[in-house]
């Protein structure tokens, strides 16, 4: 027994030297390749092979895009998502319909485990958010006494331009709760609605997106209480990571030195496949999506905070 024993042990490390050592051949001879390619394309770029749009065990990948300065969604985008009511409190809250499923869900379940979270802005279209903007401008210049350039660049430091804030593509939120809704600081963190969702959102695909102490990266303060919908797959990876978004892009090779995305599949591809098909299976007459323009809550009319 004892024999046999050793045997097998002995058997075991032959075949580990084995691997180990074909392996080694191998490696050498991939380094020397990669040293032929290095000096053939100096131009190298950081993008990686993987391409998790086309791996299926990825949920929602169409949803993990970057909405930022640098990453602006097309002027036409609203024209382009379907929106559906996720929330109701003194008014209506919408959400891309490819996501709402989700927030309704973790709503729920929230409310089970006794936490009532509040949605205090969802969905909102580029074109409201271009009134925002212009509207502030124009305040800074009838009240304070300022020309148009400066009042513009004032602007840019409280309110995201049109298609530049995330709550334009219909996957961000802001949630509070009833015993804390100021955004004139981050007091929201020491809630237990909070503390639920920083330790539960990413089981529904949302990822706490302006984290503190990533100013620097993501050029808009910690915001508590702003979630974005990225699919239960990176939701899970991101949080895991300890990263914002944009650092987790990088991390992936998809950003180039500009911070522009380089792969940024997903929301026009996806909308464009599903276009193609309703084409082939219907000849009917495209309907317009309707479209309603949310009015500004009241916490919103507080705080320009519009990102
Ligand atoms: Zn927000």
């Not at 950081?46 to 969604?73: G, Q, R």
């Not at 020491?190 to 620097?216: C, M, Q, S, V």
Request: glycine share 4%.
């Amino acid at each position: 027994m004892r024999g046999i024993k050793y045997l097998l042990i002995i058997t075991v490390l032959l075949i580990a030297l084995a691997f180990v050592l074909t392996n080694f051949v191998f490696t050498q001879s991939d380094e020397e390749e990669a040293e032929v390619t290095d000096t053939a394309d100096t131009t190298t770029s950081v993008t990686t092979e993987y391409d998790p749009w086309e791996d299926e065990n990825i949920d929602n990948a169409w949803a993990m895009f970057l909405v930022n300065k640098n990453n602006p969604l097309p002027a036409d985008y609203d024209s382009m998502i379907d929106t559906e009511v996720v929330f109701e409190s003194w008014r209506e809250y919408e959400l891309d319909v490819r996501a709402a499923d989700y927030l309704k869900r973790m709503v729920a379940d929230a409310k089970e485990d006794g936490i009532d979270l509040l949605v205090v802005s969802a969905y909102r279209t580029i074109e409201y958010q271009q009134q925002n903007f212009d509207n502030s401008v124009k305040d800074r210049m009838d009240n304070r006494g300022m020309t148009y350039d400066e009042a513009y660049a004032d602007t840019l430091n409280e309110v995201a331009l049109p298609g530049e804030s995330e709550h334009n593509a219909g996957l961000a939120l802001d949630i509070m709760c009833e015993e804390y809704q100021s955004m004139d600081d981050d007091g929201f963190e020491n809630t237990d609605a909070f503390k639920w969702l920083d330790e539960h959102a990413y089981e529904y695909g949302f990822i706490l997106r302006y984290p503190k102490d990533k100013y620097a990266v993501t050029g808009i303060i910690y915001e508590p209480w702003h979630y974005r919908f990225v699919g239960e797959y990176f939701a899970e990876e991101i949080k895991k990571s300890g990263l914002c978004l944009e650092e987790y892009y990088q991390s992936m090779g998809w950003l180039d030195e500009n911070g522009k995305a380089i792969k940024m599949r997903g929301p026009y591809e996806e909308i464009e496949r599903e276009k193609e098909k309703e084409a082939e299976t219907s000849v009917t007459v495209e309907t317009e999506p309707k479209k309603t323009m949310p009015s500004i809550p009241y916490s919103e009319q507080q705080v320009t905070i519009i990102v």
